[in-house]
């Protein structure tokens, strides 16, 4: 069975930083491109980063160029997404997913984990 | 990043034939094809076809895509209860190097 399994979210004030995880099960993170995507309460999907199967790349969406970073942990198998300067716009059940093709379909979710960003 | 341009809503009477749209340009929809997601109230989204027309095991043939240049639609035949829902299209942006989403379309099985 595939399963991805996010962790980390929680309240934080504005300013402070956060790290996710997203653990992998019955797949090898390093197979595929791998995404985080977040969702607003009550909006649509917001693509965040993906780093390459290969990990020679990784690309973010332009509202958290140069305060998130996307990396893998190939040993553990888990996906992290570290989040800085954080704002109330950031506000999001972040998922992590799995890219099947390249470019091709985010075929697996995790059930996600909220980001709340709050004073 | 600019996103993809679906329709807010559209409504359909059960059986019937609903088909959702979403526009991009030619270095997203008009060059690697769109991808398209349903998501249910309180689910993850889930994957229904990539690359245009290709189905993941277990996704019913009564979802189908296309792709006309910049244009990617999404055919639903035979609606059911269940197809109530919102759908997603999405596509790599060969231009921009990020991942672009439509807005959404929520279909309405009356």
């Known amino acids: 069975q595939v399963h991805l399994v996010e962790s980390g979210g929680g309240v934080v004030q504005p300013g402070r930083s956060l790290r996710l995880s997203c653990a992998a099960s019955?797949?090898?993170?390093?197979?595929?491109?791998m995404h985080w995507v977040r969702q607003a309460p009550g909006k649509g999907l917001d693509w965040v980063a993906v780093?390459?199967?290969?990990?020679?790349?990784?690309f973010y969406g332009d509202s958290v160029k140069g305060r998130f970073t996307i990396s893998r942990d190939s040993s553990k198998n888990v996906l992290y997404l570290y989040m800085n300067s954080l704002g109330p716009d950031d506000t999001a059940l972040y998922h992590c997913a799995r890219e099947d093709g390249s470019p091709g379909g985010f075929d697996v979710w995790g059930q996600g984990t909220m980001v709340t960003v709050s004073s | 990043q600019a996103g993809l341009t679906q329709p807010p809503s559209v409504s359909k009477d059960l059986s019937q034939t609903a088909t959702l749209t979403c526009t991009g340009n030619?270095?997203?929809?008009?060059?690697?094809?769109a991808s398209w997601l349903q998501q249910h109230q309180g689910h993850p989204p889930k994957l229904l076809s990539y690359r245009n027309n290709n189905r993941p095991s277990g996704i019913s043939e009564r979802f189908s895509a296309l792709r006309s240049g910049n244009t990617a639609s999404l055919t639903i035949i035979g609606l059911q209860p269940e197809d109530e829902a919102v759908y997603y299209c999405s596509a790599w942006d060969s231009s921009l190097n990020t991942w672009v989403f439509g807005g959404g379309t929520k279909l309405t099985v009356l």
């Open positions: 019955g797949f090898t993170l390093s197979s595929h491109n």
């Open positions: 030619s270095n997203n929809v008009g060059d690697e094809g």
């Open positions: 780093v390459f199967y290969d990990g020679s790349a990784k």
